[in-house]
């Protein structure tokens, strides 16, 4: 064996948990931690799911992990969030067979709504993190984990961030070590976490992160590369590569575990150069416990805490210029958009027309935030424009809501949007929610979810069909409607708003960008009919474009048929016709 | 020495293949390879760029402004958002098409005119219209294999490599006529 290939960070660490033997593996889909699980899902030795949210999956990763198996949850850095609650008290349990949170961070917001610093929260929830810099430490790095999770009886997060998560770098293939089970002993004292044994579990956590710090100081992977000692560098993760760009001859002190920290090292380190600079992208969680040592660095007020970091920012502090040879020339800016075909955009025209507000959610549908569509008022997180039309509704009344629905995905409604429902149905609301019910998880590409009756290794399951779920929490009226039916999604929309009753419209037509779908249609403009109104345009489809004498033109590669600037063009200029 | 490629364009256009064929094909040759991606939410019909960069040893998976050896530009208005990145003898390789932005079509901006004729005052600009190719071949989907195929002569690696990569990365189903559009880039324009 001991083949070398390139592949994406994320594809190094399925690679890594499949030699470290992993039996278990259970995850939501999240930007950028997605393509550990569909890579994960290839190995036929290790069970891999996608849960409905990552509360959840770490649960089962916990209760894999208490058996005796070695287990790994994976999820995105808000994910973490939601599975924040069983996070805290897996480490006063500490692990049966070993077990890894791969967290990913996603600094510059590549896919996200915040900016949010995953190793606060591990140091909150005194739980040991790693680091990776490349494919190949992404690899190694998960065996590690495994190894200390066991040795010191703890879960282990290993941390990414969407470079590292996105990049791919050369990694050697190893084969798989299968770890003998560990032999499950009833124990209350460690595993049933009520305030008699949780008391004790609390010193056990102090202990073990004591201990942990002392031996980080001897940990290979925390590792000094001593050069030049006129400036030295504290750093981890992909910014350790931004410094090796820009100063191969400084000192470096490259962490490989940033919690706990290894304080001797530090310590030893900083003596030896003149100018320490701490390097981390988001929080100065490395600076500031650098600084209560006693230890005078510069960080912060070097280097910014958004966004992603780069060799041009080190470049322009250490010598007051970048690379660059060329000016930038000013461009419009090109957003992400809704897709030709896509079922959210007829939706959201509808509102539109209507002048109806929505209180959104996450997914690929916050699009319909921006110009032209321009309906989403509101997005925080999973689950949450449900139960904020609800806090609306009770602040200021339901008359305040009748121009206002709730719009929330299939796969987001199963995350957390149905707790939401269930409060809705509990607390009297007469709102309107509408599931945007493409059947995937779109954002992140395309993956399944209990409503889509298959699982992430493609197997045929039981397929929840959401109309039910709604019925059976008590919702009084639910509708479901064809995406594309704009008339009857209009009168539907129009009629619950204005009623008193809480509606749920269902409405449903695949994923323009799912597999397996067939376009046999295209639209087109007769141009001796174009009256160069703009009503199509005002769908914001990329397929069609105003031309220089004021008619629309649809790009035949990229219209998928779907009609709907055909249903919006008063004239019968636009019509469908055979691919 | 390291060599820094950048593919840019619109999402959906498929630049992450034209990457990991380029990655690939420097892998082969013994080198060290980095890529960088996108993926999610910008994906979706955005201004999308990938970085491809090797050689002896190489750190950051990124080209940064100032930095670029060749990049390929599937869209012209992408080609001048990215055209600051290039190194002083940098060369741009300009895939003839245009995509508006929503801020185009809803009239907030405009479309910039004769975006090949600026950028050719300042850099080495070559373009190809890999559509019209594409389609002469019967199948539009093989416009990235045209574009690298005439991007290739640029980038430097022997032919046979080239094919070898292309021949192993692309579908199975769709070897032949990828290897016929790379060839109809490499040679026939």
């Not at chain 1, 949170?101 to 190793?119: M, Y």
């Not at chain 1, 006693?294 to 502090?317: D, H, M, P």
């Not at chain 1, 958009?337 to 549908?365: E, Q, T």
């Not at chain 1, 039981?462 to 409607?481: E, F, K, Q, T």
Request: charged share 25%.
């Amino acid at each position: 064996m001991n083949e070398t290939v390139i592949m994406l960070g994320n594809e190094a660490i399925a690679r890594g948990a499949y030699e470290a033997g992993v039996k278990v593996s259970s995850a939501y889909p999240g930007t950028p931690s997605t393509e550990i699980s569909e890579n994960l899902a290839k190995y036929d030795a290790v069970y891999t799911e996608w849960a409905p949210n990552e509360k959840v999956a770490l649960e089962v990763a916990i209760g894999a992990s208490i058996a005796g198996a070695r287990s790994l949850a994976c999820m995105k850095h808000v994910g973490l969030n939601v599975a924040s609650d069983p996070l805290y008290t897996f480490a006063y349990t500490g692990v049966g067979g070993g077990s890894v949170i791969v967290v990913a961070d996603d600094p510059g917001l590549a896919s996200s709504q915040n900016e949010q610093d995953t190793r606060m929260i591990a140091r909150s929830a005194h739980i040991p993190v790693l680091e990776p810099s490349d494919s190949k430490e992404a690899k190694e790095f998960v065996k590690l984990a495994y190894e200390i999770s066991e040795k010191y009886d703890t879960p282990v997060i290993l941390r990414t961030t969407t470079k590292l998560a996105h990049s791919q770098s050369a990694v050697t293939l190893c084969d798989r070590v299968e770890v003998a089970d560990k032999v499950y002993e009833r124990n209350v004292s460690k595993y049933v976490m009520m305030p008699a044994s949780a008391i004790g579990r609390h010193l056990v956590v102090e202990d073990r992160e004591n201990r942990l710090s002392e031996d980080a100081s001897a940990l290979a992977i925390n590792r000094v590369e001593m050069a030049d000692t006129k400036i030295g560098f504290i750093t981890s993760g992909i910014a350790y590569q931004y410094v090796k760009e820009v100063c191969p001859d400084a000192s470096v002190l490259k962490l490989g575990m940033v919690n706990p920290l290894p304080k001797k090292l530090i310590e030893e380190f900083a003596k030896k150069v003149d100018t320490l600079y701490i390097f981390e992208e988001l929080e100065p969680v490395i600076e500031e416990q650098v600084r209560a040592l006693g230890i005078s660095v510069k960080g912060k007020e070097c280097f910014t805490k958004q966004g992603e970091y780069s060799a041009n920012l080190l470049r322009r502090v250490l010598y007051g210029k970048d690379g660059a040879t060329f000016e930038r020339i000013d461009t419009p800016n090109r957003p992400p958009i809704l897709c030709p075909g896509c079922p959210h955009r007829s939706v959201f025209s509808v509102l539109n027309k209507l002048k109806i507000h929505a209180s959104g959610d996450i997914g690929c549908y916050t699009l319909g935030a921006v110009a032209p569509l321009g309906v989403i008022d509101t997005t925080v997180c999973m689950g949450a424009g449900i139960s904020m039309l609800h806090g609306m509704e009770k602040a200021m009344g339901k008359d305040y809501i009748k121009n206002w629905v709730a719009v929330i995905g299939d796969s987001t409604f199963l995350h957390t949007g149905v707790n939401s429902l269930i409060n809705l149905v509990y607390n009297k609301s007469t709102g309107t929610v509408i599931i945007l019910d493409n059947r995937t998880t779109g954002m992140t590409g395309h993956q399944e979810h209990a409503a889509t009756g298959k699982t992430l290794k493609g197997e045929d399951t039981y397929a929840i069909d959401l109309s039910v779920l709604c019925r059976s929490v008590g919702v009084p009226n639910v509708l479901v409607v064809d995406a594309f039916d704009v008339a009857t999604l209009e009168k539907t929309v129009k009629e619950s708003v204005s009623s008193d009753t809480l509606t749920v419209i269902i409405a449903k037509a695949p994923c323009a960008l799912l597999k397996g779908q067939k376009f046999p249609n295209v639209c087109v403009c007769d141009t001796e009919k174009c009256k160069k109104c703009g009503m199509c345009l005002k769908i914001g489809c990329p397929a069609l474009t105003k031309q220089a004498d004021g008619t629309v033109k649809i790009d035949e590669t990229m219209c998928n048929g779907c009609g709907l600037c055909m249903s919006y063009c008063k004239f019968g200029a636009i019509s469908k016709v055979g691919r | 020495m390291i060599k820094n490629i950048m593919i840019v364009g619109v999402g959906g256009q498929g630049t992450l293949l034209t990457s990991r064929i380029i990655g690939k094909t420097a892998l082969a040759a013994g080198l060290e390879v980095k890529i960088s991606e996108v993926h999610g939410m910008a994906q979706r019909g955005g201004s999308v760029v990938t970085f491809v960069r090797y050689g002896e040893r190489v750190y950051e998976p990124v080209v940064e402004e100032g930095e670029a050896d060749v990049i390929i530009a599937f869209e012209r208005l992408e080609a001048q958002r990215y055209a600051h990145f290039l190194k002083k003898d940098g060369v741009l390789i300009v895939n003839d098409c245009r995509i508006d932005p929503m801020t185009v079509v809803i009239g907030a901006k405009q479309y910039p005119e004769g975006i090949i004729e600026t950028l050719k005052k300042k850099h080495s600009v070559y373009v190809i219209d890999g559509m019209q190719i594409a389609k002469d071949l019967g199948n539009s989907k093989v416009l990235n294999s045209v574009v690298l195929g005439y991007a290739a002569k640029h980038i430097g690696f022997d032919k046979e490599s080239w094919l070898e990569t292309v021949k192993a990365t692309v579908p199975p189903k769709t070897v032949d006529l990828n290897l016929k559009a790379f060839l109809e880039g490499y040679e026939g324009v």
